[in-house]
């Protein structure tokens, strides 16, 4: 993408458009590539956030009443969006993961309703990293004749996705968790579904009358280029992540009273959640200040609760307070990951000599 290339992808009159719109439809087989799909099935969007509202709030539009059925630890752009449904005499069902973090798929069967619509399961969950079945509970939508919505933010690009082998009817897909650039994102949408998807966002009819509005062309490009990237690199990747993050967990576990938090196999390879027992996280985010971890996920930090994600899970608001959430990417190094060990085990060791002290 050059900056002479200033057409209006939408401007099928003159060669400035016809090239933007050449940009966008390759970047639109690029990420279809990434997870199996059909160029014509990826409908661009702002964001994960809205491509789960549009998946929500466009089916319940279609259906005016009815029943949803999703978990109780989702992100908050599947949550809000389902409590903001709720106030327009939707149900809404809050399937409660287990204490290893997964959701059920037998819980999620004996939640679906006469009258259910769709059921939205995350792929992975942004706090814990682990991964859910959602094959399993695709197949169980599929026989039920109920759509199947998937927030797959946290797995896209991280693990292998393919929307066919999955059973998934509309996957959200966020363009930063890609490395590709923020303010991007995509609504997967069967088209092979007749899913009576309606348009949330109205205007000039672009992308199929799903989303209307000049579409972000240069970060088109951006996610579309991060999307190839990660199919080239998925494997190699993964595998050079799961030994970071074993490198990481190898060095933690040794000190007393860590728990990690959500099954030990069934995760992504880049991110662990662990609880220090008898330490605040709080105070131990604010110590670990030359490393960046967080508590719960960026866009919930701003609060000192616990995380909704650990409580949902059952973990006790003491331990849950005292967990961060740490993760490894493209760029991590071992020593850093060495480096970062160390200084938890010192300030994990330092904070429990003040406690008992006091
Ligand atoms: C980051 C994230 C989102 C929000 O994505 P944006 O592209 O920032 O809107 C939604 N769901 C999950 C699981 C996420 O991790």
Same mark, same amino acid.
């Given at each position: 993408?050059? *900056? !002479?290339d200033f057409g209006n992808p939408a401007s099928t009159s003159h060669v400035f458009g016809w090239e933007a719109e050449e940009h966008v439809e390759n970047a639109r087989v690029q990420l279809a590539q990434l997870i199996g799909a059909d160029p014509l099935e990826i409908v661009w969007t702002s964001g994960a956030t809205e491509s789960d509202n549009l998946a929500l709030k466009g089916l319940a539009e279609h259906?005016?009443?009815?029943?949803?059925?999703?978990?109780?630890?989702?992100h908050k752009a599947v949550l809000d969006t389902c409590e903001y449904l709720e106030k327009t005499g939707i149900r809404v069902t809050y399937v409660k993961p287990d204490t290893d973090g997964l959701v059920s798929p037998n819980h999620v069967a004996d939640a679906i309703e006469h009258d259910t619509f769709v059921v939205s399961i995350m792929h992975v969950n942004n706090e814990i990293g682990v991964l859910n079945d959602v094959s399993?509970?695709?197949q169980i939508c599929r *026989? !039920?004749?109920?759509?199947f919505h998937v927030d797959a933010a946290q797995s896209v690009g991280k693990v292998?996705?393919?929307?066919?082998k999955l059973?998934?009817?509309?996957?959200?897909i966020s363009g930063h968790k890609i490395y590709g650039p923020k303010g991007i994102g995509a609504l997967y949408v069967r088209r092979a579904g007749n899913i009576p998807l309606q348009a949330i966002i109205h205007g000039g009819g672009h992308e199929r009358g799903l989303r209307s509005g000049t579409l972000a062309t240069h970060q088109i490009v951006g996610i579309g280029a991060a999307a190839s990237i990660c199919t080239v690199e998925l494997e190699r990747e993964a595998t050079h992540?799961?030994?970071l993050r074993e490198r990481l967990w190898a060095h933690l576990r040794q000190i007393p009273d860590v728990h990690m938090n959500g099954s030990e196999n069934q995760r992504?390879?880049?991110l662990i959640n662990i609880g220090f027992g008898g330490v605040d996280g709080e105070t131990l985010l604010m110590a670990l200040n030359d490393v960046a971890v967080s508590s719960g996920s960026a866009c919930t930090s701003a609060t000192v609760e616990p995380s909704y994600v650990l409580r949902a899970i059952g973990v006790a608001d003491e331990l849950a307070s005292a967990s961060l959430r740490f993760t490894v990417g493209r760029f991590t190094t071992e020593e850093e990951v060495d480096y970062a060990a160390t200084r938890i085990a010192d300030v994990v060791h330092t904070l429990r000599e003040r406690r008992t002290d006091s």
């Open positions: 993408m050059f *900056d !002479g259906f005016g009443s009815g029943h949803i059925v999703t978990s109780a630890y989702e399993s509970i695709g *026989d !039920g004749g109920v759509f292998p996705v393919n929307v066919d059973n998934i009817d509309m996957l959200s992540l799961r030994a992504i390879p880049g």
